[in-house]
């Protein structure tokens, strides 16, 4: 198990990872697992998120998850302002972060974009392309994508929201068959997105996730 450590550790020196899929797909959860298991290997770790994880990130952000706003919001005014908000945080968050040889794990990133964007009606070639001019070279070398049906997702997350008493964002509020579309999307990201993706089935208990992603950090190349 030491040595196993150690190469997790030499592997993933400066790597910037992404956790992305449906809503409801455990995320977040998995993120901190994830940060206290590299931790706890000596692996210093970057947490943020997309949008936002800047000042004028988080600004944005507000916009884009504000409901009323986004209902009245063109598609191609969306894609831009997630890219502007994460023009920002490459350049104020993860590139520092990756040239410190520091992993970088964040909550969503251009693969969103593709998949929810996507789902409402824009090229997934074209927002890549955007993508490029946004953040250059810093794209995730792996993309971890959360699978869960879209039903299944939305109940957690209608489930979450009861629990801690939070509004659902303008993307949770869609019709079912545009988050079933989001989901089509993610699956077929493998090949055509830029860096490794890898499926991850989001389903069971968060513990049984956690396994699984773990299991992929040290079986992939990056």
Same mark, same amino acid.
């Given at each position: ?26 995320? @977040? ?12 290997? @000596? ?8 949008? @936002? ?35 920002? /945080?490459?350049? &104020? ?41 946004? $953040? ?8 971890? $994508? /959360? ?34 579309? $989001? ?5 077929? /990201? ?24 773990? &299991? ?7």
């Amino acid at each position: 198990m030491r040595g196993a450590a150690v190469n997790l550790k030499d592997k993933i020196a400066g790597k910037f990872i992404v956790f992305d899929g449906p809503d409801g797909s455990g995320k @977040g959860t998995q993120i901190e697992c994830a940060a206290q298991a590299l931790e706890a290997e @000596g692996i210093p770790v970057v947490c943020t998120r997309d949008p @936002g994880g800047t000042a004028i990130g988080d600004q944005i952000r507000e916009i884009l998850l504000h409901k009323n706003l986004l209902t009245a919001m063109d598609v191609r005014c969306e894609v831009l302002l997630f890219m502007a908000s994460r023009a920002q /945080l490459v350049s &104020e968050v993860i590139a520092p972060a990756v040239r410190a040889g520091k992993v970088v794990l964040c909550d969503r990133f251009i693969s969103s974009t593709c998949a929810y964007q996507g789902a409402a009606g824009s090229d997934v070639g074209r927002i890549i392309e955007l993508g490029r001019f946004a $953040v250059g070279q810093t794209w995730p070398q792996l993309t971890l $994508v /959360l699978d869960l049906p879209a039903d299944q997702g939305l109940d957690r997350a209608g489930r979450r929201g009861q629990a801690d008493g939070a509004r659902h964002d303008a993307m949770e509020s869609r019709p079912i068959e545009f988050h079933r579309r $989001v989901r089509d999307i993610f699956l077929s /990201l493998p090949g055509k997105y830029p860096g490794r993706v890898e499926i991850v089935s989001g389903d069971g208990t968060p513990d049984e996730v956690h396994g699984r992603i773990m &299991e992929v950090l040290r079986r992939v190349d990056f």
